[in-house]
């Protein structure tokens, strides 16, 4: 798993490559614990080239969710592939997380 | 037609056991939903038979077999140590309130029992087995 960020002035885009395990995790969370990312005004997550994800990848989300909403930090998904989004959707987190199909849309978000 | 793997309690194998799972489903030409919803509750089976059943001891193994017939693919896991892993009965995870505690774990369990048609724990002598099975047409 590849984590690469994007920075502009208000947006943190965070690019995810690869297969997010109980292996891998690590990696996601320790950039998402980084205390300046909440200056941000919305970080968004590329999901282009995230292939797998399991619950050690979505607990990795959930974990920091309320953080950013106490934040007011808006956290977005976007070009998430349908097996990725699937398992969102088997939980139920497709209804508690913003997954939106493209990337203008994310920003607009 | 079957497939049979040993790995040490490293969660460092756990992308060996999802390529091993997806490979012997390549034989057939199923939906990518269902090989990942398949390769996604073995892989959380053993993660969780690695991390908390073993405490990620690497002298200790687990064996996986995979049977795919016409209908089903049906998978044991079974843990070589003795210690006896049987996860109970996985209530629906309040996930609001996961999120409002800021909660990492809790919610394996559930989406294998989500994803897969048949989800059995059992001993064998002093060993723990998992029974997967899902119906594949």
């Known amino acids: 798993m590849k984590v690469t960020a994007q920075p502009t002035a208000d947006t943190l885009t965070l690019l995810l490559d690869g297969e997010l395990d109980a292996s891998s995790a690590i990696v996601l969370d320790t950039e998402l614990a ?26 990795v ?3 920091h969710l309320q953080r950013f909403q106490d934040a007011n930090v808006k956290l977005v998904f976007f070009n998430m592939q349908e097996k990725v ?16 199909p493209s990337a203008t849309e994310a920003e607009a978000a | 037609m079957k497939s049979a793997l040993r790995i040490a309690c490293s ?24 090989v ?22 690497e002298t200790q193994f687990l064996d996986l077999k995979l049977d795919l017939n016409d209908h ?4 044991e896991i079974a843990d070589n140590s003795n210690t006896v892993y049987l ?3 996985h209530q629906s995870p309040d996930l609001s309130e996961y999120i409002r505690q800021g909660r990492k774990g809790g919610m394996g369990m559930t989406l294998v029992t989500r994803l897969m048609d048949r989800v059995e724990f059992f001993t064998r002598g002093n060993h723990t087995v998992c029974h997967l099975s899902k119906h594949i047409l």
Do not use: W
């Open chain 2, 11 to 34: 969660r460092r194998h756990l992308q060996q056991v999802r390529d091993f799972v997806r490979n012997h489903l390549s034989s057939r030409q199923l939906p990518e939903v269902t």
């Open chain 1, 85 to 100: 989004f699937n398992v969102f959707e088997i939980l139920g987190l497709d209804a508690l997380m913003t997954i939106v």
């Open chain 2, 36 to 57: 990942n919803q398949v390769v996604l509750a073995v892989d959380e089976v053993v993660a969780n038979f690695i991390i908390h059943a073993n405490g990620e001891d």
């Open chain 2, 72 to 75: 089903d693919i049906n998978v």
């Open chain 1, 61 to 63: 989300f959930i974990s």
């Open chain 2, 87 to 89: 996860p109970g009965q």
């Open chain 1, 34 to 59: 980084k205390p300046d990312i909440l200056d941000y005004r919305k970080v968004l997550i590329d999901c282009t080239k995230l292939s797998y994800i399991s619950s050690a990848g979505l607990g």
